[in-house]
């Protein structure tokens, strides 16, 4: 896998060092930065050259975390910050953009040996800072904190070490004077019901952002059922991770409105405890850990579950011309799940009217998708929030989400502008007519719509 960590330190200036107030800015492991000797140093700092400020101390707690330019001070940094936004990238391609614009535009792109070796060492940092804009004239202003998740340790082996990385990302959020944060990807579900293992919050709150996310499904759910000419009253709905937060969520708004619901998870357990809430409703529910055990054809999809990977084969028991909605993060659905005659759509997917400011710019990295300002609903959910004035916790725990909350989120998320974002698959557009103007023009290679970012939010089906 190339060169080691230690074969790299008089590349990246020092021995790791997760106390650096600098944070690995350049793209590298943290450590001691050697300083520039003039205006012109061209070592490894990435970036305009130029002197840079010293850091006051080893626990500066400034929440800017390094990218290239003059740094805010503490005081200044914190008095307006509204909200942050905790995620990671679900693959090496968008951890290597992400890099790639930390090092700056001066120096090259890394070897890919070396950011797999490179990445394990980062600890969560400030990546950018974020600004929301809302119809109503609003703005909120954040951070956006990535906790650097490996993107091949998303599996249940590396949860203590990504528990840990979520609860520094937290420390940094909360440090950075953060009033909501929003938990993206696997943030999410390592805290999902516990939220005690989160450092003490001080003056911040913290959300899931599931709320939201089911709302953006659920809409999608209906958005296709009409393009498609799908009578929902007739579908035969399959929630595949139906005893996390989001699969339950979706759950309880969907299966009223549909003929029949099947239920798959791994907690046999959790299983039954959610047929039984729905059954007391007249619904009809089957519950199976395993999709092949079904009775019947789905032609209604929702993939929810907490997978490493897009390794999901939903098997025979699919219609097939099912719709299928893709809401995982890494992506459920396996890339050799042969569906040819399904229509499939990635959900829980949102856009803000009045778009977002990156800085430094991140347009198309952090948020890559077809279409411009589509960022996933966990993370809108706070930055509405955030809009509202609305500084609470308002997605918490398992099992909490209902119709009537999610109708709630949805009312006021719209009020500033956030809506659903159009349709869109690995292949472009489902929708005739709508064309994909896309952030990731400016993106060197241009990046497919198959990699979304900015560490969107997935139910555990655990």
Request: glycine share 12%.
């Amino acid at each position: 896998m190339g060169r080691s960590v230690a074969s790299l330190t008089s590349q990246w200036g020092g021995p790791p060092s997760a106390t650096s107030p600098w944070g690995g800015r350049w793209g590298g492991p943290p450590g001691p930065r050697p300083t520039p000797t003039s205006a012109t140093d061209s070592s490894p700092w990435g970036g305009p050259p130029g002197p840079r400020p010293t850091p006051t101390s080893a626990t500066d707690s400034s929440p800017w975390g390094g990218p290239p330019g003059p740094r805010p001070t503490p005081s200044s940094a914190t008095t307006a910050l509204d909200f942050a936004l905790i995620g990671h990238q679900e693959s090496w391609q968008a951890a290597a953009d992400v890099l790639s614009v930390l090092r700056g535009p001066d120096l090259p792109p890394l070897p890919d040996d070396e950011i797999k070796d490179i990445l394990p060492w980062i600890p969560p940092r400030t990546v950018c800072h974020v600004e929301a804009g809302s119809i109503t004239g609003a703005k909120a202003r954040g951070l956006y904190i990535d906790s650097f998740i490996p993107p091949d340790r998303l599996d249940a082996a590396s949860t203590h070490d990504n528990l840990a990385r979520v609860r520094a990302a937290a420390t940094c959020a909360i440090k950075a004077g953060a009033k909501i944060v929003s938990l993206g990807g696997f943030s999410s579900i390592l805290i999902e019901g516990n939220f005690d293992q989160l450092p003490e919050r001080y003056a911040s709150v913290f959300t899931t952002g599931n709320t939201l996310t089911v709302g953006f499904i659920v809409q999608g759910i209906h958005k296709m059922c009409a393009l498609e000419g799908r009578d929902l009253r007739q579908s035969t709905l399959l929630i595949v991770g139906a005893t996390g937060d989001v699969g339950s969520g979706c759950a309880r708004c969907l299966a009223p409105l549909v003929k029949r619901v099947l239920l798959s998870a791994r907690n046999v357990e959790r299983l039954r405890k959610l047929a039984a809430e729905l059954e007391t409703d007249g619904i009809q529910v089957e519950i199976a850990t395993d999709t092949q055990r079904f009775s019947t054809q789905a032609d209604l999809v929702i993939c929810a579950a907490s997978l490493a990977s897009p390794s999901l084969l939903l098997g025979g028991r699919i219609a097939p011309d099912a719709i299928v909605c893709d809401a995982g993060y890494p992506k459920n659905l396996s890339p050799s799940a042969e569906m040819p005659g399904a229509r499939i759509f990635f959900g829980g997917l949102g856009q803000i009217a009045r778009g977002l400011t990156f800085a430094p710019d991140f347009h198309g990295i952090l948020n890559r998708h077809p279409f411009p300002d589509v960022v996933h609903g966990c993370l809108l959910e706070g930055m509405a929030l955030a809009l509202e004035r609305r500084f609470e916790p308002f997605s918490q725990g398992r099992g909490s989400i209902t119709p009537q909350r999610v109708a709630e989120m949805e009312t006021l998320a719209a009020r500033h502008g956030i809506r659903l974002a159009p349709l869109y698959n690995a292949a472009g557009p489902v929708e005739d007519g709508v064309a994909c103007q896309t952030e990731l023009s400016s993106v060197r290679e241009g990046p497919g719509p198959n990699k979304p970012g900015m560490g969107a939010t997935q139910g555990s089906d655990a």
